[in-house]
């Protein structure tokens, strides 16, 4: 398995505060993503990074803002949480864009309150 | 605009039994296609995959089966195992490869 590590894996946070929720891989992969996870919806893709300093929206970026600065780190920042990002955040890894799996974290459980 | 849609929330099968869980795309772009299992409290790992070029994939008890022309794919699963219950997801690439989207997921019981 891949070696990715999210952090914190939970969190309990006030609305209208600045939380970071922190990815990290050792596998050298070009591709991270940023997904959240709720009940009816799947996985929703919220931002990914295609190199160092590339990065990109997906589905549901309203509210987010991502930074990867080194290959090894993605973070992805709710500058004011609210309480419809109660969430499960995954992660995940990827080596190549085509034709590769992705490797995912094993969770950041956030609620706002 | 959900690109990758799986229509049934939940699937209930014997033990020994054939599952079969299905998945729509509408983006005629995307070119690679996986399945994720999920189990609680755990990210999602990878079960298999297929390209564009190909019509079926096979890994042991799990075959893929992707129909282009109606964007459509599905995962088969024979015998399903009780340790099969889990949370399914369907998931697409394409355009590069960059982005990798999922649908909202399968929720499958086998029944021991």
């Known amino acids: 398995d891949a070696g990715i590590t999210q952090s914190p894996r939970h969190k309990v946070t006030e609305t209208g505060t600045p939380v970071t929720l922190r990815c990290h891989q050792t596998e050298n992969h070009r591709y991270m993503y940023w997904y959240r996870q709720d009940p009816g919806h799947g996985l929703r893709l919220i931002h990914y990074s295609y190199g160092v300093k590339d990065t990109d929206k997906g589905e549901v970026s309203d509210g987010y803002s991502v930074s990867r600065s080194k290959t090894e780190d993605f973070l992805l920042t709710l500058e004011s949480a609210t309480s419809s990002q109660t969430s499960v955040y995954f992660c995940?890894?990827?080596?190549?864009?085509?034709?590769?799996?992705?490797?995912f974290g094993q969770g950041t459980r956030l609620t706002v309150v | 605009d959900q690109q990758v849609k799986q229509n049934s929330p939940s699937l209930s099968v014997q033990e020994g039994r054939i599952s079969i869980l299905n998945c729509d795309y509408t983006n005629s772009m995307f070119d690679y296609f996986l399945w994720y299992k999920k189990y609680p409290a755990e990210g999602p790992t990878f079960l298999i995959s297929i390209s564009s070029i190909k019509d079926k994939n096979e890994d042991g008890r799990f075959t893929v089966f992707l129909n282009k022309s109606a964007k459509h794919l599905s995962l088969h699963i024979v015998p399903s195992q009780p340790g099969d219950s889990a949370v399914y997801f369907c998931?697409?690439?394409?355009?590069?490869?960059?982005?990798?989207?999922f649908g909202a997921g399968t929720i499958l019981r086998v029944k021991s």
């Open positions: 995940a890894s990827r080596v190549g864009g085509e034709g590769t799996e992705a490797f």
């Open positions: 998931a697409a690439s394409g355009e590069y490869g960059n982005k990798l989207v």
